[in-house]
């Protein structure tokens, strides 16, 4: 991708060096319970998937959202992958449909950059729910580039 | 203030009658609430009037009770007041509001069913009979036995907000078995005006629950739990209950048809 490039999701920008409100003190814990976490690596027959409630996330956003394990991956059970570059998307989809009739999840979260390109990650997840016999509660969360806040939080199906 | 942001908004209305103009002028429906033990400060919070809105009430609200106090007007964004939030439900709340909305059908046919028992020099008591089964069978069994026995038990039942719900559940039932009573005794006057009163409480009922109680909960209620509601509604929906939706939606249709496509 050069300099140049127009795609809002590869567009350089730079955020400079303002200072990093918020508290800082103390260690927190990584809420992550499982390995793997990538996609095409997880399965569904995993112990941890089932009936649980189901992160998917795209890569980018924990490295925005501050508070990433705290807030989203606590008590959750996490997938992630990039809707933009990576490769074998069609098995995301059968994979989406696997969680929800076969490990029976309870919910599906899909978190999103506001780059329009990563909203492809919220049709995946559709198309995997419209492929399932078993219908379950799916809610977007889009977040911001800069500053990682939350858009929009809304349930889709 | 504080005092009166942690009294019932009954409480305060009696002494401050001009707070209730300002809540209706908000649309927020507490004046004629048969309970009126909410704490104004659980009021606004509960209401679903935009983060902006509840500000300029607010004030509306201390200028009310201290007319003579120094109040800062809030800084009111034009934009931002001009759209009103739009309600999107989570999946098991949007599904009681679906029911809702065949619920309501069949009270748009209760004033013409009605008027056909006053006009009607032939009585018959076949529409009654239909509405009332209706109401028994999908309103209560098959509705409010979701709300109580799954939706509240999610909730502090003892809260005023649920309360205030059961209480009319209870009235509705009250006002059916006097609708079955005049049937029973030939007392059309009493079917007429139980019948009537039973619209009435459902409209509003319905109401509060959909702008009111449901936003709250949706605030307050976990993914976790969300996905939980969603099964058990499910579960209702195909299990005992299964074609429930079909045969009455089919039986609003012929009260349509009878009542409202003339
Ligand atoms: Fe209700
Ligand atoms: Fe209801």
Known sequence: MSKECECPGAKMQDFGKEEVKGAEEGKRASQLRQWPVQLHLVSPEAPYFQKADVLLSADCVAYSAGDFHKEYMKGKTIAIACPKLDEGQETYIEKITSLIDDAKINTLTVMTMEVPCCGVLVSIAQKGLQAAKRKIPVKSIVIGIRGGNVLSEEWIS | MQAYLNAPIKEVISKFPKVADILNGYEIGCVP??????????????????????????????????????????????????????????????????????????????????????????????????????????????????????????????????????????????????????????????????????????????????????????????????????????????GLQRGVEETYKGRIEDLEAKFIQK
């Open chain 2, 33 to 238: 609430c048969s309970v009126g033990t909410c704490l104004l400060k659980d009021v606004v919070a509960i209401h679903n009037i935009g983060e902006e809105n509840k500000a300029q009430l607010m004030y509306e609200v201390e200028k009310a009770i201290y007319p003579d106090r120094e109040v800062k007007r809030p800084v009111i964004n034009k934009a931002a007041k001009a759209k009103p939030e739009i309600l999107r439900y989570s999946p098991p709340l949007r599904m009681l509001v679906n029911e809702h909305l065949l619920i309501k059908r069949l009270l748009n046919c209760v004033p013409a069913i009605v008027k056909a028992l006053k006009e009607d020099t032939v009585i018959d008591k076949e529409p009654v009979i239909g509405a009332v089964d209706f109401i028994r069978m999908y309103a209560d069994k098959f509705h409010h036995a979701k709300e109580e026995d799954i939706l509240f038990k999610y909730f502090d039942e003892k809260a005023d907000i649920i309360q205030a719900m059961l209480n009319d559940h209870v009235e509705g039932r009250s006002h059916v078995k006097e609708v079955l009573n005049g049937l029973k005794d030939n007392k059309i006057d009493a079917v007429s005006q139980h019948l009537s009163a039973y619209a009435e409480l459902l409209t509003g009922h319905i109401k509060k629950e959909d702008e009111i109680l449901y936003p709250w909960m949706d605030k307050n209620l976990t993914v976790k739990q969300v996905g939980e509601l969603f099964d058990k509604f499910n579960a209702v929906d195909n």
